[in-house]
């Protein structure tokens, strides 16, 4: 599976942004999709994951309410709509495919993309 993710950029506080994640080279219905954020120093952080079969979404606490992860099969596509964001949200962004395994743990995860930072100014 490759996976190109886009959609980051500068943004004031209070702010909204989605990212976009392109999937290719297989089908993803028994996969998990995921999205990570890393900041320097930092552990790769869980922010929300979708079973793509099921459809199924997850959240961390951190992020809901103001975030939604969705699909859209035909274009083999992940999004992560961001509202209300927090210079906190501040980090690079990664999806991730996952084929067996937790979705909340970044090291299940086989296939990554390149990443795209997303800056949340106060």
């Known amino acids: 599976v490759q996976l190109q993710a886009s959609g980051g950029g500068l943004v004031q506080a209070g702010g909204s942004l989605r990212l976009s994640c392109a999937a290719s080279?297989?089908?993803?219905?028994?996969?998990?999709m995921g999205w990570f954020r890393q900041t320097p120093g930092k552990e790769r952080e869980f922010v929300s994951a979708l079973r793509w079969g099921s459809g199924s979404t997850y959240y961390a606490d951190s992020v809901k309410g103001r975030v939604t992860i969705s699909r859209d099969n035909a274009k083999n596509t992940m999004y992560l709509q961001m509202n209300g964001l927090k210079p906190e949200d501040t980090a690079v962004y990664y999806c991730?495919?996952?084929?067996?395994?937790?979705?909340?743990?970044?090291?299940?995860?086989?296939?990554w993309g390149q990443g795209t930072l997303v800056t949340v100014s106060s």
């Open positions: 080279g297989r089908t993803l219905n028994n996969y998990a």
């Open positions: 991730a495919a996952l084929a067996e395994g937790t979705y909340y743990y970044a090291s299940n995860y086989a296939y």
